[in-house]
């Protein structure tokens, strides 16, 4: 047993994980670009009420999941438990109501939830998330969901359904609050016990509860779609409109509700799998792979003017998770093709000037180390998928010359030491050779 180990709920990303990681990376930035998303990053802990504010006191991230400590300055601090709030709070630290609206920004980066760790739900994971800010428009709610949903056929993912929702906003939503009430309140014998305390607390938390005993209740529930005030309904429509104009399929579910306080308006998520049942879908929550919503109102909250918002952050372990279940293969990362073997100590400081030269002539070039035969430096060179060898043996060093080895051929020559970089063939990305094949 290892002394040590990795915290409950973390893991270590091996190098052998990470071409899913630098391919869904990549497909995330390739895609930002595309629509005008323009990278941000904030700190990794914020002030506590920045969370507690915008999240929400009642929610179960605000209440039991975040990691708060005070600071030797006895400032509460909280490793940042989601990332909206902390775009919205440099929003508005850095004046960003000045630039051309909607500022449209992406991160990619951990988040850290105290929650009972399993498949796919960790203690501190990545999400990549786009946010953008100062536009009510309902395009923009569309085009925040299109992008996502683009995210998600890039890197292959297949067989997934859009939930959507609109969960109104504070001049409707009451209405409808005191209709789930009434609604609940004729069945609190059967309802759980964390029911029991958002039915006083939190309401609308009722229709997130994943309680088997409860599922009936939920779905016997008045539709928050059948509450929604004029300007609400309208956005609604638009916003299904346009998802239909450029056919992104999505399912009305009534039901969908998030686990942050801050919506107003859209809400969706995405789950992998087709719903079967499309009158009652269900969400797990392990399995959400992505979701967002508008946040209307989340600036104003936190003393900022009036600032509408849409956003969607989706987790990256589970979207390896998906591709691994789905069988995608994503390209390998490239290894250096120069594997630079040698014998004897003069050979050896030979050896280091040539992978020297071949690494600054772009070359990539892996030097064997220590003292070991040479079968045994071309038996590594094979297992590190080196595609060629550079072999300093002493016979050829004192005429001027060294062995280059093709080891997927098994052929060898002679070259001159001086224009090497020349000899070897040219540097090849694998992921510029996987997007020429
Ligand atoms: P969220 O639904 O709490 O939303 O998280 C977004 C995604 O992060 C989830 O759909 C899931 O894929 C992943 N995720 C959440 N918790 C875990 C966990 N413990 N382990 C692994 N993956 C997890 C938000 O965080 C909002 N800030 C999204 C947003 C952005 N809304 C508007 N803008």
Redesign the pocket.
């Known amino acids: 047993m290892p002394l040590y180990k990795a915290p409950r709920g973390t893991q270590d990303i091996l190098p052998s994980e990470q071409p899913y990681w630098r391919f869904i990376t990549q497909k995330a930035e390739a895609l930002c670009q595309l629509y005008g998303y323009k990278r941000i990053d904030t700190p990794v802990f914020e002030e506590t009420r920045l969370f507690s504010r915008s999240i929400g006191e009642g929610t179960d991230?605000v209440e039991k999941e975040m990691y708060t400590f005070t600071d030797q300055g006895k400032t509460m601090i909280t490793l940042r438990p989601?990332?909206?709030a902390p775009v919205c709070r440099a929003y508005l630290e850095h004046g960003l109501h000045n630039a051309p609206q909607p500022v449209r920004v992406y991160y990619l980066t951990s988040?850290f939830?105290y929650?009972r760790p399993q498949s796919?739900?960790?203690?501190q994971?990545q999400?990549f998330?786009?946010?953008a800010l100062g536009v009510a428009d309902p395009a923009l709610d569309a085009e925040i969901i299109d992008l996502v949903w683009q995210f998600y056929i890039s890197v292959g993912l297949r067989d997934l359904t859009l939930h959507l929702n609109s969960i109104g906003c504070p001049d409707c939503r009451p209405n409808y609050l005191q209709a789930l009430k009434h609604h609940y309140s004729q069945q609190t014998g059967v309802l759980c016990q964390d029911c029991k305390v958002r039915l006083e607390r939190n309401p609308l938390r009722l229709l997130d509860c994943k309680n088997p005993s409860c599922q009936e209740i939920i779905h016997s529930a008045p539709k928050i779609t059948d509450f929604l005030c004029e300007q609400c309904a309208e956005h609604f429509q638009q916003v299904k409109e346009y998802l239909q104009d450029i056919d992104i399929p999505f399912t009305l579910n009534p039901y969908l509700v998030?686990?942050?306080d801050y919506?107003a308006r859209t809400v969706f998520?995405?789950q992998p799998g087709r719903l079967t049942d499309v009158g009652q879908p269900t969400l797990s929550q392990q399995s959400?792979?992505?979701?967002?919503?508008r946040?209307d109102l989340l600036i104003e909250e936190l003393g900022g003017n009036a600032t509408p918002a849409?956003?969607?952050?989706?987790?990256l372990?589970?979207?390896i998770l998906n591709l691994k279940k789905q069988n995608i293969v994503v390209p390998p990362i490239p290894e250096p093709m120069v594997y630079v073997a040698y014998t004897g100590e003069e050979g050896k400081h030979d050896a280091v000037k040539i992978a020297a030269v071949l690494r600054r002539a772009g070359i990539g070039a892996i030097l064997s180390m220590g003292k070991r035969s040479l079968k045994a430096q071309l038996k590594q060179a094979n297992v590190l998928g080196a595609s060629q060898a550079i072999i300093i043996g002493e016979d050829e060093q004192r005429r001027g010359m060294i062995v280059l080895r093709d080891l997927i051929e098994g052929k060898q020559r002679e070259v001159p030491y001086e224009g090497i970089a020349e000899a070897v063939l040219p540097p090849i990305d694998s992921y510029q050779r996987s997007a020429i094949s």
């Open positions: 991230i989601e990332g909206t988040i939830r929650e796919g739900r960790y203690r994971h999400q998330g786009c946010e998030r686990g942050l919506y998520e995405v959400t792979i992505g979701g967002g919503g946040y849409v956003g969607f952050a989706t987790g372990e589970r979207i």
